[in-house]
């Protein structure tokens, strides 16, 4: 069975400072892995995905991933963010034959001006 | 217009009362879900359909129904409510294609509130 963990629940960043959001998983076979962001009284959006090929994958708005078999890790980052970067990010995995998506816990990144 | 829409947004409902929560798509693709999100456990797969004719449980499908009308429509019924069901909970769509890499669409989400 997959999980996923998320291990900051919540992450403070001032504006224009860089931020990374942790994302580990547990599978025994090949994964796709996803990121997908809430805002405030919205739905999911999805931000970026990894499907095979580069382990860098960048998304919208400015977020990149790196996939790291090794550590089975996804953590989503981005260089320099913005208020309206404010929101809930949800890690989310899925199983190359199966059916269903798993996600984590979700982060609640805030940025202070 | 919303690719993915919700009805209602909101309900408030007693103990014990039956609740059906509405999902249309026009994206035109097969498959539909149904999440709910509480705080701190993120979301969770409540039964998913692939198309009008399949229809499987997720991972906490007990207390809740389905029903897939058409291909657009995709209802959850909670048949006899009770507070622990109180959450925010999501409808999504994706394309069906030979391998599971799809994109899953969101609708705006239902706050349903279980007194």
């Known amino acids: 069975a997959q999980s996923v963990t998320q291990l900051d629940s919540q992450v403070p960043v001032f504006e224009e400072a860089p931020v990374e959001l942790r994302c580990n998983y547990s599978?025994?076979?090949?994964?796709?892995l996803f990121w997908y962001v809430q805002y405030p009284n919205q739905g999911l959006q999805l931000l970026l995905k990894?499907?095979?090929?580069?382990?860098l994958v960048k998304g919208i708005n400015g977020f990149e991933a790196e996939f790291n078999k090794s550590q089975t890790s996804f953590h989503l980052r981005k260089p320099s963010v913005h208020i309206s970067d404010t929101a809930e990010y949800f890690c989310?995995?899925?199983?190359?034959?199966?059916?269903?998506?798993?996600f984590g816990t979700g982060t609640s990144l805030t940025v202070i001006p | 217009d919303a690719d993915v829409t919700q009805t209602p947004r909101n309900r408030i409902t007693k103990t014990g009362k039956r609740i059906m929560l509405e999902c249309s798509q026009t994206?035109?693709?097969?498959?539909m879900y149904w999440y709910r999100q509480d705080p701190g456990l993120g979301l969770r797969l409540i039964y998913y359909?692939?198309?009008?004719?399949?229809?499987n449980k997720g991972e906490i499908s007990d207390g809740y129904s389905v029903s897939r009308q058409a291909q657009a429509k995709f209802s959850l019924s909670l048949e006899s409510a009770i507070p622990n069901q109180t959450a925010l909970y999501f409808c999504?769509?994706?394309?069906?294609?030979?391998?599971?890499?799809?994109?899953?669409?969101f609708g705006p989400g239902t706050r349903l509130l279980v007194l």
């Open positions: 599978s025994s076979v090949s994964v796709y």
């Open positions: 990894y499907l095979s090929g580069s382990t």
């Open positions: 994206k035109g693709h097969d498959r």
């Open positions: 359909s692939f198309d009008v004719k399949d229809i």
């Open positions: 989310a995995v899925t199983r190359n034959t199966g059916n269903q998506f798993y």
């Open positions: 999504a769509t994706s394309e069906s294609t030979r391998e599971p890499q799809e994109t899953q669409y």
